[in-house]
């Protein structure tokens, strides 16, 4: 290759890299617009400077009269520390009991050998289909006669077992090597102990995945917490911020700051989880 050539086909790759780049700064801001328009928003104290911005680039900008009014608004209208304490403890519940037991069973279908484990497999990928809209009729019959109404196991219990989680561990498990189980076997290990010497420690990326969907998913829950629970003591944050809306006029700042500090939490754990969860979309099944 002349150098001519060499010049040009390094000026193409230089070229094709730096609209790469520019692209993904284009659509990363895109992504960015409404968080950056939300947290701004909170900080502007001026109720009708603020409905005056949202119409045009002014409301990404911090300008006019901008504090931290909003934010003890929050905290004056409404208890929000318990409200973030009950949507911290019961995520914390669900995401923390339903990584042991969805990887379990997903490991005994990814391991082991036994009669209607196929059938098992496909009734999982099925149940993924499923919304849970359509059974919390029959969920709220079922807890009300438990006499489970207003408590934190309500919400906490009936979501641990997730097909989704099921089928993502699943398609990360049969990955690995079946060796290293059959070595720990002959040198008298149980399965139990393949799973949580073996097989855990080699997952993580698709723990770390997991815990990131599913802690998405539960932070947000609203139609479900909404229906079992009628004393603050036990509402997440998401039915809490109803509050603000039923408000006349709205609190628009303080919905906004309300939002920004229900929000910020879940983008710290995606930023501390992030590379384990794209070393789990590249080297697992999630793309299937």
Known sequence: MSRIDVKSWSFRKNLLKSITYFLMIILAFYFLFPTVFMVVSSL???????????SGLKG????????????????????????????????????????????MFA???????FRGRAVLVSVVIALIIVPTESVVIPMLLMVNKLGW??????????????????????????????????????????YFSVYTRIIAPLSRPVFASVAILQGIQHWG??????????????????????????????????????ASMTTIPLLIIFLVFQK?????VASSGVKG
């Open 107 to 113: 490991f005994s279908l990814a391991r082991l050998r």
């Open 221 to 258: 829950r609203f139609l479900w917490p909404l229906m079992v629970t009628r004393q603050e003591t036990f509402r997440p944050l998401p039915v809490a911020i109803q509050q603000f809306f039923s408000q006349d006029p709205k609190a628009w700042g303080a919905i906004f700051a309300f």
């Open 60 to 103: 990404f900008i911090p300008a006019g009269e901008v504090g931290l009014g909003n934010f003890r608004f929050v905290f004056q209208e409404m208890p929000f520390a318990r409200y973030f304490f009950n949507s911290v403890f019961i995520l914390a519940m669900t995401v923390g009991i339903g990584l042991f037991i969805n990887s």
């Open 149 to 190: 109404i207003d408590s934190y196991h309500v919400q906490i219990i009936p979501f641990i077992a997730d097909a989704f989680s099921v089928f993502l561990f699943y398609q990360f498990f049969i990955q690995v090597p079946k060796d290293f189980d059959e070595a720990a076997i002959i040198d008298g290990t149980g």
């Open 44 to 54: 502007k104290t001026d109720e009708l400077q603020l409905l005056s911005d949202m």
């Open 276 to 280: 384990w969860f794209v070393q789990s």
